[in-house]
């Protein structure tokens, strides 16, 4: 008692006080000169104070022990060590390319789709040639000045098209196929801008997987080589030495005019089928991982391996008949033989006339075959006639599999049910709009609306392999989340 006889401790609380929460703090006051005795220090409320901060309990504020306080700093300095750890071992690449991508790589796509009516446009109102020229940069704006417009007409008037087909064309016959060409490659060099900036503006901020970005690197280089492809086609329609013969007709060449179809269809399929997959993988992995591995599971099921096979083969037979297509346009063979089924007074026209020799470059005839396959326009607009009805056909056939058969109906899902009937109702649409355009002997707006419906038809085959083809990369991307949020789990679980 006689240590505590040196403090005097105090916990002075009125009566109004008593409902407030207070702190009691000891005070140190001078020594007395005589001390209370210590009964009456025994009889008195004290507490010890202590440096640790209060913590209020029922309307009171208690102080607490300083080894929590060392603990919660020593947790929290642990925390902010892991988070830095899995900061620095993130990588830069995601494992799934983020939502905005995919929608981009659609919209993208949109613009292909728009490109592709303007060619044919372009090319069925003859205006493709009326540009000699390929500047890639400063041929971004038309003729500003009565002066330029005329010089491009000049030049315009020493090529090929003007001398046989437009001696008679005056300068505003000019302006408009000008127009309509300058237009088609402005959408071009927007086509590009827009996909390769954002290209790397999602690359650089790491929102794309790195395979993505290995095809976004891909679909661009394919654009670039577009834009060259479509002057190496203009090209050839410009150059006297390919109209030598009389009755030569001043047009591209079919093989050129193919190759730049064919490559646009490329960047298109590329496009959408890569966006597609972006938002179906999105939509597995979240929120819940475990739904990429039921899905995995539905769609691989055994009963869907034909089926899967068989839109392939759909695919491929819609992207070669729009080749043929292209050959058919190239060739102008649509303007013979306006009638359907027939082909004159059979339905397959004579052998002489399929496999002419006239065709042919060589003394042996080794090259009639081919030769006639893709330059004469009889034997092109035979050939087309025969993949389309093929190609109906087998889509016929796989919208019958899809619903006569009781496995496959099954275990097809309600969207994938759907789009086949979308990919049926696409092909008798496409295949009404090819006879309308033959019969009535190549009217330009249905002309370029069946150009068109055979992207649209393609659309449709791509997307029905979207909803039945397997996501395998999107189930090991399930299974490699699912197994770290265990580890984690159990880490956590050891840790407490």
Request: glycine share 8%.
């Amino acid at each position: 008692m006689s240590a505590l006889a040196g403090l005097r401790l105090t916990s002075s609380i009125c009566r109004r006080c008593l409902t407030k929460p207070q702190v009691r703090r000891f005070a140190f006051v001078p020594f007395p000169k005589r001390s209370p005795p210590a009964s009456a220090l025994l009889r008195r409320p004290f507490s010890f104070t202590s440096n640790a901060p209060t913590i209020t309990v029922a309307g009171t504020k208690a102080p607490e022990s300083p080894l929590g306080g060392l603990a919660d700093d020593i947790a929290r300095g642990q925390q902010a060590i892991r988070e830095a750890a899995e900061k620095k071992a993130k990588p830069f690449f995601p494992d799934v390319s983020s939502k905005g991508v995919g929608y981009w790589l659609i919209g993208s796509a949109g613009l292909v789709f728009g490109i592709v009516i303007i060619g044919g446009l372009t090319r069925l109102t003859e205006s493709g040639l009326s540009i000699t020229e390929w500047k890639p940069v400063t041929g971004t704006l038309p003729p500003l000045t009565a002066k330029a417009w005329e010089e491009n007409f000049s030049k315009y008037r020493n090529s090929p098209e003007y001398r046989i087909l437009n001696p008679n064309m005056d300068l505003e016959g000019y302006k408009f196929i000008y127009y309509m060409e300058w237009a088609h490659r402005l959408w071009g060099r927007v086509i590009g801008l827009s996909f390769v900036l954002p290209g790397l503006y999602f690359v650089a901020r790491g929102r794309v997987s790195s395979r993505m970005a290995t095809r976004i690197a891909g679909i661009s280089a394919l654009i670039g080589f577009q834009g060259f492809l479509g002057w190496w086609m203009v090209k050839s329609g410009i150059q006297d030495d390919l109209f030598q013969e009389p009755g030569s007709h001043p047009r591209v060449s079919q093989y050129r005019l193919t190759a730049h179809l064919a490559v646009a269809f490329a960047v298109y399929t590329a496009m959408i089928w890569n966006g597609l997959s972006i938002l179906r993988d999105y939509r597995f992995l979240n929120p819940d991982p475990k739904t990429a591995l039921t899905e995995f599971a539905t769609r691989s099921h055994p009963h869907l391996r034909l089926f899967r096979t068989s839109v392939g083969i759909v695919t491929a037979m819609v992207f070669l008949t729009a080749m043929s297509g292209g050959l058919v346009a190239g060739l102008d063979a649509g303007l013979i033989y306006n009638e359907f089924p027939r082909m004159g007074t059979g339905f397959i026209p004579p052998t002489s006339e399929m496999f002419n020799s006239f065709y042919s470059h060589r003394p042996d005839r080794s090259d009639l075959w081919w030769r006639n396959m893709l330059e004469n326009p009889t034997t092109a607009q035979f050939d087309h006639r025969v993949l389309a009805t093929t190609t109906f056909s087998l889509i016929l056939a796989l919208f019958a599999y899809s619903r006569l058969s009781p496995r496959v109906r099954a275990a097809l899902t309600k969207s994938a049910r759907a789009s086949t009937m979308g990919v049926l109702h696409l092909a008798i649409l496409q295949v009404a709009l090819g006879i309308g355009t033959l019969v009535y002997i190549v009217p330009t707006h249905m002309a370029a609306t069946h150009q068109a419906g055979s992207l649209a038809l393609l659309t449709g085959t791509i997307v029905l392999g979207s909803r039945v083809w397997v996501p395998r990369y999107a189930a090991r991307v399930a299974k490699r989340r699912i197994e770290m949020a265990a580890a984690s789990a159990a880490t956590r679980k050891m840790a407490g």
